[in-house]
Nanobody, 125 residues
Framework: QLQLVESGGGLVQPGGSLRLSCAAS????????IGWFRQAPGKEREGISC????????DYADSVKGRFAISRDNAKNTVYLQMNSLKPEDTAVYYC??????????????????WGQGTQVTVSS
């Protein structure tokens, strides 16, 4: 069964950090570009970062550029999102998604093939 599972969410104070993980099972993540998305209550889903299958190309939304960093370890079939300098407006459910694409960044606008169930991130004092 093809599955993506996010973890690492939680409650953090403004200015704090969290690292989210996206672990794949049932398929080899190394052939897939990965995107991270988030959705806050009452808002549309927002694409925030993506990484190519090799890890050589990354993209970020302006809202997180300079604060978040995406990386991957294909040997562990896992992608990470390091989130620093968190703000209350970063509060959302965070999802990872995979798309079969080799050699280039997947971008944040294309349809993705597989989605995780999401992990809640709450930034509050």
């Amino acid at each position: 069964q093809l599955q993506l599972v996010e973890s690492g969410g939680g409650l953090v104070q403004p200015g704090g950090s969290l690292r989210l993980s996206c672990a794949a099972s049932g398929f080899t993540l190394g052939y897939y570009g990965i995107g991270w998305f988030r959705q806050a209550p009452g808002k549309e889903r927002e694409g925030i970062s993506c990484i190519s299958n090799s890890g050589g190309s990354t993209d970020y939304a302006d809202s997180v550029k300079g604060r978040f960093a995406i990386s991957r370890d294909n040997a562990k079939n896992t992608v990470y999102l390091q989130m620093n300098s968190l703000k209350p407006e970063d509060t959302a459910v965070y999802y990872c998604a995979a798309v079969l694409i080799v050699g280039s960044s997947p971008g944040l606008e294309r349809p993705y093939d597989y989605w995780g169930q999401g992990t809640q991130v709450t930034v509050s004092s």
